[in-house]
C-alpha cells in the first residue's frame, strides 16, 4: 500500500512538472523577474541605446583635433587648332589644414555632460522599471489573495442560500430572510468578477515591465516580506539632505543641467575669442605634354606653401549684437534651472517626509494586525470544537474562518504599504536603506 502511494505521488510530481512546462506557465520569484526586466524591459534598451551612442561620442571626441587633410589630381587634355598641337598635362597635390579654438576644449565638455545626462536618465529608468516590477509583483500576490477570500465568501454565501431555501420550504423562516440570503450571495459575484478583471490589467501591466508577451502564462512563487529590517532615516538629519542633493536621480539630473547650461554660455564666449589655422599645401604638375616627353625633372615643376591665420572676430564686439543677446538669455536659463533645483530639493523632502511619517504608521500597526490573526484563529478554533459539540452552527465556522482569513490579508496589505513604502524610499534616495 506505501509502495502504491509513493509510486502516485511521483507520477503526480512528473505529470506537474511536464504540465508546467508543455503549459508555457512561467514560474518566476521575485529575484528571476528582475533578471528578466534587467534584460527584456524595452524602456531599458532604449534608454541603453541612448546611453552606447553619447559613449561613443564622447570617447570619440579626440576627432575635433583631426586635420582637414586632401588629396587631390587631374588629369587635362587639349588641342589647339591654331597651332595643331596637343596640350595634356598632369597635375597633383596635398593640403592639410588645421584650425584651432578655445570652442574645441568646450565642445568636449558639452560631450561629456551630455553622457552622464544620459547615464543618469538610464539609470533612472532601470531603477524606475525594477521599482514598478517590485510593488507590481507583491500586489499581484495580495490580489490573489483578496479573490481566494472572496471566492470563499460566495461559497459559504451559496451554501447559506442554499440551506436557507431549504428552511424557507420548511417554513422556517421568512421570504424577507431568504431574500437577504440571495442578495448576500448574489451581491459578492461582481465584486469578484472586478477583481479578477483588475488582476488581469495588473497582470498585464508587469508583462509589459518584465518585456513579455502579453500571452504569456506567469505564476508567481514568492509571498510579501515580513521580515524587513530597516535603517530609517532621521529627518532632522542633515545627512538626508545632502543624501538628495547627491543621489537622487532629477536632482543629480538638475545639476548637470546646469553645468550643461554654463558649458553652452561659454561655448558662446569661446566663439568671440580669436581662432589660428594653420595650413600646409604641396602642388605638382607637368610643364611639357607627360605624354610624349620624358618624365624627368626639367619636365615638372611644384610648389609648396606653409599658412598661419589668425581670425579675430569684430561682430560680436558690436552693441546688443546677436552673440551678446545670446549671452544674456543664456543667463537667463542658468538662473531658472537654479530655481528649479531649489523647486525640485523642497519637493523631494516633502516627499520625503511624507513617506516616512505614512511608514512609520504603517509600521506601528503592524504588530496589532499580526497579534488580531492569533485572536481571530483562536476565535475560528473554538467555534470549531463548538461546532462539533453541537452548539454552533456549520455557517458559523464557516464564518469564524472567513474572518480569520481577512484578519491575514489586511496584515498582508500592510505588510504590503510597509514594502512599498521602502521601495518609494530607496527609489527617491537611489539608495538602500534595509539592513
Known sequence: MLRAVVVFVNIFFIASNFFSKDGNILYLSLEEAINLSVKNNLDIKKEDINLKDKKIALYSSFNKFYPDLSLSSSINSGYDFNKETADNSIRAGFSLSLSLSAKIIYDIRDLYLDYYIGKVAYDKTRASALKNLKLAYFNIVLIDEE????????????????????????????????????YSYKSILPDLVAMKNNRENVVNLFKIILGIPLESSIALTDVIPTDISLEIPDLDNNLIENNLIENNFDIQNLNLKIEKDKNSQYINIA???????????????????????????????????????????????????????????SDSVIKKTIIDLEIEKNNKRVELTTILLKLKQVGETLEALRLNIDIAEKISKLTENSYYEGTKSFLEVAESQKNAEEAKLKYNKSLYDYYKGVVEIEFLLNESIVK
Open 147 to 182: 479573490i481566494n477570500i472572496k471566492e470563499k465568501a460566495l461559497k459559504n454565501a451559496e451554501a447559506r442560500y442554499n440551506k436557507s431555501l431549504i428552511q424557507y420550504k420548511e417554513g422556517e423562516i421568512s421570504e424577507l430572510d431568504i431574500l437577504n440570503e440571495e
Open 271 to 329: 566663439s568671440l575669442t580669436p581662432s589660428v589655422r594653420l595650413s600646409y599645401s604641396v602642388n605638382a604638375g607637368s610643364i611639357k605634354d607627360p605624354f610624349i616627353e620624358r618624365w624627368n625633372n626639367e619636365n615638372w615643376n611644384g610648389s609648396t606653401s606653409l599658412g598661419f591665420t589668425v581670425s579675430i572676430p569684430i561682430k560680436p564686439a558690436l552693441p546688443f549684437s546677436s552673440e551678446q543677446v545670446s549671452l544674456i538669455k
